[in-house]
Antibody, heavy 119, light 111 residues
Framework: EVQLLESGGGLVQPGGSLRLSCAASGFTFSSSAMTWVRQAPGKGLEWVSSISGSGGNTYYADSVRGRFTIFRDNFKNTLYLQMNSLRAEDTAVYSC????????????WGQGTLVTVSS | QSALTQPASVSGSPGQSITISCTGTSSDVGNYNLVSWHQQHPGKAPKLIIYEGSKRPSGVSNRFSGSKSGNTASLTISGLQADDEADYYCCSYAGSSTPVVFGGGTKLTVL
C-alpha cells in the first residue's frame, strides 16, 4: 500500500524558513516523480513544485521560484521542500503526491501538513 | 501557468447524471491527452478517479467517465449517489516547464 506521510509544518513568521518532509513507502520511490501541492484554507489545489525520480530535474510554480527548493533522498525514500522567505500567502496545507513519471498523472496523495505564516 | 477553468459548483439529484467541464488552452488540455480528475471529500486527501482523459484506475466506479474535445475536458458522473458529493479537480500536463496545472475545482452537491 502506498503511503505518503508529510511532516514539518507549523507556525512561522513572515520572512522565515521551514523544511517539509514526505516519507514514502509501498512503492519504488526512486522510479517515481514527486510533487508538492498546496491548498490554502477554503481554496483549491495549487501546484507548487515537482521533481523527477532521479532528482536531476526540478520544476517550480512562478509563485515560489527562487524561494522554495525541492529535493529528495532516494536512499531514505524521502521528499523535501525547503521554504525560505515565507509570506502570508504561503499559508496552506502542503501535500506531497506521486506519479509514475513527470508527465504522468498524480496517482497517490498524502494527507498534508499545515503551514501558517503569521506574525 | 494559468489555472484551468472549471465551474465553481454543480448540483444534481440522486440517480441523475452531471457533467463538469475543464477548459484549458492549446498549451495544456488541447495539446496532450493527459488530463486527470481528482475527487476530494472534505478534510480528506484527493483521490485519482480518471487519468489520460478517460481511463479509470482500478477500483473506481464505472459511473465516472471522462472525455475531451479540443481544449475542454469533461467529467461525467452518472447515477449520482450521496457519497459523490465532493470537490472535483481537473489536472493537466502543460509541458516540460509546467508539468502540473490544476483547475480551480468544482463543488458537487447531491440534492
Amino acid at each position: 500500500e502506498v503511503q505518503l506521510l508529510e511532516s514539518g509544518g507549523g507556525l512561522v513568521q513572515p520572512g522565515g524558513s521551514l523544511r517539509l518532509s514526505c516519507a514514502a513507502s509501498g512503492f519504488t520511490f526512486s522510479s517515481s516523480a514527486m510533487t508538492w501541492v498546496r491548498q490554502a484554507p477554503g481554496k483549491g489545489l495549487e501546484w507548487v513544485s515537482s521533481i523527477s525520480g532521479s532528482g536531476g530535474n526540478t520544476y517550480y510554480a512562478d509563485s515560489v521560484r527562487g524561494r522554495f527548493t525541492i529535493f529528495r533522498d532516494n536512499f531514505k525514500n524521502t521528499l523535501y521542500l525547503q521554504m525560505n522567505s515565507l509570506r502570508a500567502e504561503d499559508t496552506a496545507v502542503y501535500s506531497c503526491a506521486k506519479h509514475p513519471g513527470i508527465a504522468a498523472p498524480i496517482d497517490s496523495w498524502g494527507q498534508g501538513t499545515l503551514v501558517t505564516v503569521s506574525s | 501557468q494559468s489555472a484551468l477553468t472549471q465551474p465553481a459548483s454543480v448540483s444534481g439529484s440522486p440517480g441523475q447524471s452531471i457533467t463538469i467541464s475543464c477548459t484549458g488552452t492549446s498549451s495544456d488540455v488541447g495539446n496532450y491527452n493527459l488530463v486527470s480528475w481528482h475527487q476530494q471529500h472534505p478534510g480528506k486527501a484527493p483521490k485519482l478517479i480518471i487519468y489520460e482523459g478517460s481511463k479509470r484506475p482500478s477500483g473506481v466506479s464505472n459511473r465516472f467517465s471522462g472525455s475531451k474535445s479540443g481544449n475542454t475536458a469533461s467529467l461525467t458522473i452518472s447515477g449520482l449517489q450521496a457519497d459523490d458529493e465532493a470537490d472535483y479537480y481537473c489536472c493537466s500536463y502543460a509541458g516540460s516547464s509546467t508539468p502540473v496545472v490544476f483547475g480551480g475545482g468544482t463543488k458537487l452537491t447531491v440534492l
